[in-house]
């Protein structure tokens, strides 16, 4: 669980990222939750479109993400979610 500092900081560097998913009306499927971890393990720190023909909310699409890809939910807001999660890999630069 990250602090709600974390939290602040992590929301205000997600403002500079372009989204690099979309969520549609197929929700979040296998290959999804596998793409996006990949992505997490490159970046740490990612930005995802839901996208209005979604049958799903961005809240509980954030939720849903995090729980599968052992991430946090950092932010829910409008139709874009943002997600977090340490990456131990090399060469990656560590947001916190």
Do not use: C, W
């Not at 793409?35 to 509980?60: C, F, G, H, P």
């Not at 060469?91 to 916190?96: A, E, P, Q």
Request: aromatic share 4%; proline share 1%.
């Amino acid at each position: 669980m990250i602090s709600t500092k974390d939290r602040a900081k992590l929301k205000g560097l997600a403002q500079k990222i372009e989204p690099v998913f979309q969520i549609g009306k197929n929700g979040v499927t296998d290959n999804v939750i596998e793409q996006i971890s990949v992505a997490l393990d490159a970046r740490e720190l990612i930005k995802i479109n839901v996208l209005k023909n979604s049958d799903e909310n961005a809240k509980t699409v954030v939720n849903t993400l995090a729980e599968k890809l052992n991430a946090e939910a950092v932010a829910a807001i409008g139709n874009k979610i943002v997600l977090y999660r340490y990456s131990d890999k090399k060469g990656v630069v560590h947001v916190l």
